[in-house]
Protein backbone atom coordinates (compact mmCIF):
# COMPACT_ATOMS: atom_id res chain seq x y z
CA UNK A 1 0.00 0.00 0.00
CA UNK A 2 1.41 2.96 -1.47
CA UNK A 3 1.02 5.61 1.44
CA UNK A 4 2.19 8.54 -0.52
CA UNK A 5 -1.42 8.72 -2.47
CA UNK A 6 -2.74 9.92 0.72
CA UNK A 7 -2.02 13.44 0.67
CA UNK A 8 -0.69 13.16 -2.93
CA UNK A 9 -2.82 12.67 -5.49
CA UNK A 10 -5.75 15.27 -5.23
CA UNK A 11 -8.93 12.94 -5.63
CA UNK A 12 -7.85 10.56 -2.56
CA UNK A 13 -7.29 14.08 -0.65
CA UNK A 14 -10.49 15.58 -1.24
CA UNK A 15 -12.01 12.85 -0.32
CA UNK A 16 -10.30 12.00 2.69
CA UNK A 17 -10.64 15.03 3.98
CA UNK A 18 -14.26 15.19 3.11
CA UNK A 19 -14.54 12.39 5.78
CA UNK A 20 -12.97 13.66 8.40
CA UNK A 21 -15.03 16.68 8.64
CA UNK A 22 -18.39 14.35 7.76
CA UNK A 23 -17.20 12.24 11.26
CA UNK A 24 -17.65 15.20 13.84
CA UNK A 25 -20.65 17.15 13.93
CA UNK A 26 -20.08 20.67 15.07
CA UNK A 27 -19.75 23.27 12.48
CA UNK A 28 -17.26 25.00 14.41
CA UNK A 29 -14.86 21.74 14.41
CA UNK A 30 -15.27 21.31 10.82
CA UNK A 31 -14.38 24.85 10.17
CA UNK A 32 -11.07 24.29 12.18
CA UNK A 33 -9.84 20.78 11.12
CA UNK A 34 -10.55 21.99 7.43
CA UNK A 35 -8.26 24.94 7.84
CA UNK A 36 -5.55 22.66 9.82
CA UNK A 37 -5.86 20.39 7.50
CA UNK A 38 -5.21 22.65 4.22
CA UNK A 39 -2.18 23.96 6.14
CA UNK A 40 -0.99 20.42 6.76
CA UNK A 41 -1.10 19.71 2.85
CA UNK A 42 0.54 22.68 2.13
CA UNK A 43 3.36 22.49 4.23
CA UNK A 44 3.85 18.59 2.78
CA UNK A 45 3.67 20.28 -0.46
CA UNK A 46 6.59 22.10 0.32
CA UNK A 47 9.19 19.68 0.47
CA UNK A 48 9.95 16.30 -0.45
CA UNK A 49 8.53 14.09 2.59
CA UNK A 50 8.63 10.49 3.51
CA UNK A 51 4.96 9.88 3.05
CA UNK A 52 2.19 10.08 5.68
CA UNK A 53 4.27 8.25 8.74
CA UNK A 54 4.74 9.10 11.76
CA UNK A 55 8.12 10.36 10.61
CA UNK A 56 6.14 13.04 8.55
CA UNK A 57 3.52 13.91 11.55
CA UNK A 58 6.18 14.25 14.04
CA UNK A 59 7.94 17.05 11.88
CA UNK A 60 4.74 18.91 11.11
CA UNK A 61 4.11 18.90 15.02
CA UNK A 62 7.49 20.61 14.98
CA UNK A 63 7.43 22.97 12.94
CA UNK A 64 4.13 23.86 14.58
CA UNK A 65 5.59 25.12 17.29
CA UNK A 66 8.43 26.86 15.62
CA UNK A 67 5.47 28.92 14.45
CA UNK A 68 5.44 29.74 18.30
CA UNK A 69 1.12 28.41 18.50
CA UNK A 70 -0.07 27.80 21.63
CA UNK A 71 -0.34 24.48 22.88
CA UNK A 72 -4.75 24.72 22.32
CA UNK A 73 -3.94 25.57 18.86
CA UNK A 74 -1.78 22.56 18.40
CA UNK A 75 -4.03 20.31 20.02
CA UNK A 76 -6.20 20.71 17.78
CA UNK A 77 -4.48 20.66 14.50
CA UNK A 78 -2.78 17.33 15.38
CA UNK A 79 -5.82 16.50 16.31
CA UNK A 80 -7.28 16.39 13.07
CA UNK A 81 -4.32 14.70 11.65
CA UNK A 82 -5.19 11.11 14.05
CA UNK A 83 -8.26 11.88 12.26
CA UNK A 84 -7.30 12.17 8.74
CA UNK A 85 -4.98 9.26 9.77
CA UNK A 86 -7.85 6.48 11.13
CA UNK A 87 -10.27 7.56 8.40
CA UNK A 88 -7.65 6.79 5.63
CA UNK A 89 -7.07 3.17 7.69
CA UNK A 90 -10.36 2.42 7.88
CA UNK A 91 -10.92 3.02 4.31
CA UNK A 92 -7.70 0.85 3.49
CA UNK A 93 -6.15 4.22 2.19
CA UNK A 94 -3.22 3.55 4.49
CA UNK A 95 -1.41 0.60 6.34
CA UNK A 96 -3.25 0.27 9.63
CA UNK A 97 0.37 -0.25 11.57
CA UNK A 98 1.17 3.42 9.49
CA UNK A 99 -1.95 4.92 11.43
CA UNK A 100 -1.26 3.69 14.70
CA UNK A 101 2.63 5.36 14.62
CA UNK A 102 0.96 8.50 13.91
CA UNK A 103 -1.86 7.98 16.47
CA UNK A 104 1.35 7.74 18.98
CA UNK A 105 2.49 10.96 18.13
CA UNK A 106 2.41 13.55 20.86
CA UNK A 107 0.26 16.62 20.92
CA UNK A 108 1.35 19.67 22.96
CA UNK A 109 1.29 19.64 26.60
CA UNK A 110 -1.62 21.28 28.07
CA UNK A 111 0.60 22.78 31.08
CA UNK A 112 -1.64 24.16 33.73
CA UNK A 113 -5.12 26.02 33.47
CA UNK A 114 -5.60 28.95 31.15
CA UNK A 115 -6.48 31.43 33.43
CA UNK A 116 -8.35 33.59 30.69
CA UNK A 117 -9.77 37.02 31.72
CA UNK A 118 -13.02 38.12 33.08
CA UNK A 119 -14.25 41.18 33.33
CA UNK A 120 -15.84 42.89 36.66
CA UNK A 121 -19.51 43.45 37.20
CA UNK A 122 -18.76 47.21 36.28
CA UNK A 123 -16.58 46.73 33.30
CA UNK A 124 -19.27 44.10 31.76
CA UNK A 125 -21.68 47.01 32.58
CA UNK A 126 -19.04 49.85 30.42
CA UNK A 127 -19.08 47.33 27.72
CA UNK A 128 -22.66 47.31 27.70
CA UNK A 129 -23.65 50.85 27.68
CA UNK A 130 -20.81 51.57 25.05
CA UNK A 131 -23.60 51.29 21.87
CA UNK A 132 -24.82 54.66 20.56
CA UNK A 133 -28.40 53.66 21.08
CA UNK A 134 -29.49 56.34 19.21
CA UNK A 135 -28.87 54.73 16.05
CA UNK A 136 -30.35 51.09 14.82
CA UNK A 137 -26.57 49.99 14.58
CA UNK A 138 -26.45 50.64 18.44
CA UNK A 139 -29.40 48.93 19.63
CA UNK A 140 -28.39 45.84 17.98
CA UNK A 141 -25.09 45.72 19.10
CA UNK A 142 -26.38 46.42 22.87
CA UNK A 143 -28.34 43.74 22.79
CA UNK A 144 -26.29 41.49 21.07
CA UNK A 145 -23.69 41.99 23.96
CA UNK A 146 -27.06 41.95 26.74
CA UNK A 147 -26.96 38.53 25.02
CA UNK A 148 -23.43 37.37 25.29
CA UNK A 149 -23.39 38.62 29.23
CA UNK A 150 -26.83 37.90 29.66
CA UNK A 151 -27.22 34.47 28.27
CA UNK A 152 -23.31 32.95 27.98
CA UNK A 153 -23.98 32.10 24.35
CA UNK A 154 -21.23 31.26 21.95
CA UNK A 155 -20.62 34.35 19.14
CA UNK A 156 -21.87 31.28 16.76
CA UNK A 157 -25.13 30.93 18.86
CA UNK A 158 -25.21 34.43 18.88
CA UNK A 159 -25.34 34.58 15.12
CA UNK A 160 -27.92 32.16 14.51
CA UNK A 161 -30.60 33.27 16.97
CA UNK A 162 -33.85 32.98 16.16
CA UNK A 163 -37.34 34.90 17.05
CA UNK A 164 -38.02 31.16 17.10
CA UNK A 165 -35.61 30.44 19.84
CA UNK A 166 -36.97 32.97 22.37
CA UNK A 167 -40.62 31.57 24.15
CA UNK A 168 -42.12 31.74 27.65
CA UNK A 169 -41.23 28.78 29.93
CA UNK A 170 -42.27 28.70 33.29
CA UNK A 171 -43.35 31.80 33.34
CA UNK A 172 -40.05 33.47 32.10
CA UNK A 173 -38.40 34.22 28.94
CA UNK A 174 -36.28 32.01 27.65
CA UNK A 175 -34.07 30.50 24.96
CA UNK A 176 -35.06 26.99 23.88
CA UNK A 177 -33.73 24.44 21.55
CA UNK A 178 -30.52 26.20 21.18
CA UNK A 179 -28.13 23.89 19.35
CA UNK A 180 -24.70 23.87 20.68
CA UNK A 181 -21.46 22.63 20.75
CA UNK A 182 -21.28 18.71 19.47
CA UNK A 183 -24.77 19.01 18.65
CA UNK A 184 -26.12 19.57 22.16
CA UNK A 185 -29.42 21.23 22.83
CA UNK A 186 -30.27 23.22 25.89
CA UNK A 187 -32.42 26.05 27.15
CA UNK A 188 -31.12 29.08 28.33
CA UNK A 189 -33.16 31.29 30.78
CA UNK A 190 -33.27 34.76 29.01
CA UNK A 191 -32.60 37.89 31.88
CA UNK A 192 -35.40 40.45 31.90
CA UNK A 193 -33.09 43.02 30.82
CA UNK A 194 -31.50 41.17 28.10
CA UNK A 195 -35.12 40.83 25.97
CA UNK A 196 -35.67 44.28 26.86
CA UNK A 197 -32.36 45.04 24.81
CA UNK A 198 -33.66 42.41 22.04
CA UNK A 199 -37.31 44.19 21.68
CA UNK A 200 -35.67 47.31 22.10
CA UNK A 201 -33.60 47.03 18.64
CA UNK A 202 -36.56 44.12 17.07
CA UNK A 203 -39.43 46.87 17.43
CA UNK A 204 -37.52 49.58 15.55
CA UNK A 205 -35.80 47.75 12.91
CA UNK A 206 -39.24 46.13 11.84
CA UNK A 207 -37.58 41.81 12.71
CA UNK A 208 -40.64 40.19 14.29
CA UNK A 209 -39.27 36.26 12.46
CA UNK A 210 -36.30 35.05 11.11
CA UNK A 211 -32.63 35.65 12.77
CA UNK A 212 -32.31 38.07 15.34
CA UNK A 213 -29.75 40.00 14.65
CA UNK A 214 -29.30 41.02 10.74
CA UNK A 215 -26.51 43.62 8.92
CA UNK A 216 -26.81 47.05 9.55
CA UNK A 217 -25.81 48.93 6.59
CA UNK A 218 -24.74 52.87 6.23
CA UNK A 219 -27.92 54.91 6.46
CA UNK A 220 -28.55 52.60 9.61
CA UNK A 221 -30.38 50.45 6.90
CA UNK A 222 -31.55 46.53 8.24
CA UNK A 223 -30.61 44.33 5.37
CA UNK A 224 -29.67 40.70 4.60
CA UNK A 225 -30.86 37.83 6.50
CA UNK A 226 -28.57 37.12 9.05
CA UNK A 227 -25.26 38.62 10.89
CA UNK A 228 -21.69 36.93 10.12
CA UNK A 229 -19.72 35.19 13.60
CA UNK A 230 -16.75 37.05 12.81
CA UNK A 231 -19.07 40.38 12.47
CA UNK A 232 -20.05 39.29 16.47
CA UNK A 233 -16.43 39.06 17.69
CA UNK A 234 -14.93 42.41 15.87
CA UNK A 235 -18.06 44.29 17.15
CA UNK A 236 -17.33 42.54 20.88
CA UNK A 237 -13.32 43.83 20.08
CA UNK A 238 -14.23 46.89 18.91
CA UNK A 239 -16.26 48.13 21.87
CA UNK A 240 -14.24 46.35 24.68
CA UNK A 241 -11.28 48.83 23.16
CA UNK A 242 -13.76 51.57 23.59
CA UNK A 243 -14.86 50.74 27.58
CA UNK A 244 -11.50 50.55 28.20
CA UNK A 245 -10.97 46.44 28.32
CA UNK A 246 -8.21 46.43 25.53
CA UNK A 247 -7.05 42.79 24.71
CA UNK A 248 -10.19 40.74 25.35
CA UNK A 249 -10.25 37.07 24.05
CA UNK A 250 -12.65 35.03 22.60
CA UNK A 251 -14.73 33.52 25.45
CA UNK A 252 -14.18 36.31 28.11
CA UNK A 253 -17.74 37.39 27.75
CA UNK A 254 -18.82 33.70 28.27
CA UNK A 255 -16.39 33.61 31.13
CA UNK A 256 -17.81 36.88 32.46
CA UNK A 257 -21.15 35.40 32.70
CA UNK A 258 -20.23 32.52 34.05
CA UNK A 259 -18.35 34.20 36.70
CA UNK A 260 -20.89 37.18 37.35
CA UNK A 261 -23.63 34.00 38.03
CA UNK A 262 -21.15 32.06 40.61
CA UNK A 263 -20.59 35.52 42.23
CA UNK A 264 -24.47 36.17 42.46
CA UNK A 265 -24.78 32.65 44.26
CA UNK A 266 -25.14 30.15 41.16
CA UNK A 267 -24.89 26.64 41.57
CA UNK A 268 -21.86 25.15 39.52
CA UNK A 269 -24.29 22.29 37.72
CA UNK A 270 -26.79 25.82 36.88
CA UNK A 271 -24.46 27.35 35.37
CA UNK A 272 -22.99 24.22 33.29
CA UNK A 273 -26.26 23.60 32.38
CA UNK A 274 -26.95 27.43 31.16
CA UNK A 275 -23.35 27.13 29.42
CA UNK A 276 -23.96 23.96 27.87
CA UNK A 277 -20.46 22.63 28.74
CA UNK A 278 -20.44 18.67 28.70
CA UNK A 279 -18.81 18.13 31.91
CA UNK A 280 -18.73 20.60 34.88
CA UNK A 281 -14.40 20.40 34.51
CA UNK A 282 -15.20 22.60 32.00
CA UNK A 283 -17.32 25.01 33.56
CA UNK A 284 -14.77 25.26 36.64
CA UNK A 285 -12.09 26.17 34.14
CA UNK A 286 -14.47 28.76 33.09
CA UNK A 287 -14.90 29.96 36.70
CA UNK A 288 -11.16 29.53 38.03
CA UNK A 289 -12.42 27.67 40.21
CA UNK A 290 -9.37 26.16 42.53
CA UNK A 291 -9.98 23.50 45.80
CA UNK A 292 -10.03 25.75 48.59
CA UNK A 293 -8.18 23.36 51.40
CA UNK A 294 -8.11 25.71 54.14
CA UNK A 295 -12.39 26.40 54.05
CA UNK A 296 -13.62 23.65 52.48
CA UNK A 297 -17.23 23.24 52.21
CA UNK A 298 -17.67 19.92 53.77
CA UNK A 299 -16.17 21.67 56.50
CA UNK A 300 -20.03 22.27 57.26
CA UNK A 301 -21.47 19.52 57.59
CA UNK A 302 -22.64 19.13 61.27
CA UNK A 303 -22.03 15.30 62.51
CA UNK A 304 -20.56 13.75 65.52
CA UNK A 305 -18.41 10.77 66.06
CA UNK A 306 -19.22 9.70 69.44
CA UNK A 307 -16.15 7.55 71.48
Known amino acids: MNDLTVVEKPAQWDRLKQMVLDSVSSPITKRVYNM ?6 AWFRQAPRPGFTKATVSAWRVSLEERRLG ?22 MLAPELASGIARVKSAKSVGIRAGNW ?14 ITTLKGLRDRAILAVLFGCGLRRSEVAALTFTHVQQRDGRWCIVD ?12 MPNWVKVAIDSWAAPARLTDGHIFRPVLRGDRVAGERLGEKVVWQMLREYAAEAGVPGIARHDARRTCAKLCRAAGGELEQIQMLLGHASVQTTERYLGTKQDLVHPPNDAIRLRITA
Open 119 to 132: LSARQAQNLLNAPD
Open 71 to 92: SSSIIVRMSAIRKLAAEAADNG
Open 36 to 41: ALDEFL
Open 178 to 189: LFGKHGRVRTVP
